[in-house]
């Protein structure tokens, strides 16, 4: 195997020059689904890079369960530094698992308590006002049936302060926003690429371009149904200059009070329609950082695969019938 079973660890770094790209060149659906996908792919493939590296680990460790032949001078050798990378694996694996069930647990977490702040409003409401002065609103996705525990649609939740801010047409603009985060979901991708994050660091830059690629996605939606972009660019601009951090961090807000993003939000609106292609042209800056960031992830993912058939067949060599 050599060196190349570190590449998952390093490869993610190619995914990130087709972030601001993909935000200049691409549909925010598009730009989206890329980023999220390759933040997946990358983060798996690092999870089994750390993996592998922790079986030749914990088989040179005193009284481990492995068979005797895993910790063969021949499985050493198939893993450059064999002992270090072995085992600093171990406890960066468990870091990234443990990270990664914090994180589910904290989005389910904040989901329930987002509904049951809901459910003390009527239950057909729909947006639910908040009787709070301070101006906010987000998106709170559904939750599946469980036993004893009914399915939970997904629902609107704003504050009367916002309500108060925004006249008639700026509301529609808003409601169709989140109507937008739920219908398509954005939660799902927003938490596949924390996930991501928790394996590699280096995924982390992702994480906010596929957050900031959700809310273009939700405001070229609401700019599609209300069918004015300069009402809905000064909707998502008024809404920034009162909008206060709501109850519920990490779900999707129609303007979180950040210095950065909303002004490109509004800028976008205030263009044109961004075009819908699935692939940037080849001999453009957006078609060349897309060719680096797939070559990076098909790479990642064959050494990630050659590195678990090599090892395995190594294994089974040094096991004892």
Not at 86 to 94: E, K, R, V, Y
Not at 114 to 141: K, Q
Not at 238 to 245: E, G, K, Q, S, Y
Not at 251 to 270: K, N, Q, S, T
């Amino acid at each position: 195997m050599g060196v190349f079973v570190f590449l998952p660890l390093v490869l993610p770094v190619t995914a990130l020059p087709i972030a601001r790209l993909a935000e200049q060149h691409l549909h925010p659906r598009v730009s989206t689904r890329l980023l999220t996908l390759l933040a997946a792919v990358l983060g798996l493939c690092s999870t089994l890079c750390l993996g592998l590296l922790m079986v030749v680990g914990t088989a040179q460790l005193p009284g481990n369960p492995l068979p005797d032949g895993w910790s063969d001078p021949e499985v050493r050798a198939a893993v450059p530094y064999a002992e270090v990378a072995g085992a600093a694996a171990i406890p960066l694996l468990a870091a990234a698992l443990t990270a990664c069930g914090g994180t589910l647990r904290r989005h389910r977490r904040i989901r329930a308590r987002a509904h049951r702040a809901l459910d003390v409003l009527p239950a057909g409401a729909d947006p639910a006002v908040l009787p709070d002065d301070a101006p906010y609103a987000y998106a709170v996705p559904g939750t599946p049936a469980r036993p004893g525990r009914p399915a939970r649609p997904g629902r609107i939740a704003v504050s009367r302060g916002m309500l108060h801010s925004l006249d008639e047409d700026e509301r529609r603009a808003l409601f169709a926003h989140e109507r937008a985060h739920l219908r398509c979901r954005h939660h799902r991708y927003l938490l596949a690429v924390r996930l991501a994050g928790c394996v590699n660091p280096l995924l982390l830059p992702l994480r906010s371009a596929v957050g900031f690629a959700t809310e273009r996605w939700a405001d070229e939606e609401a700019a599609r149904t209300v069918g004015d972009r300069r009402l809905t660019a000064r909707a998502v601009g008024r809404a920034a200059l009162i909008a206060r951090p709501g109850p519920a961090p990490e779900l999707a807000h129609f303007a979180a009070p950040e210095p950065g993003p909303v002004p490109r939000r509004v800028a976008a609106l205030l263009g044109p329609v961004p075009p819908a292609r699935h692939w940037p042209p080849a001999l453009t800056p957006a078609g060349l950082a897309a060719l680096v960031a797939a070559a990076g992830t098909a790479a990642s993912a064959l050494s990630a695969l050659n590195a678990a058939v090599a090892l395995f067949l190594v294994l089974k060599a040094a096991t004892p019938l």
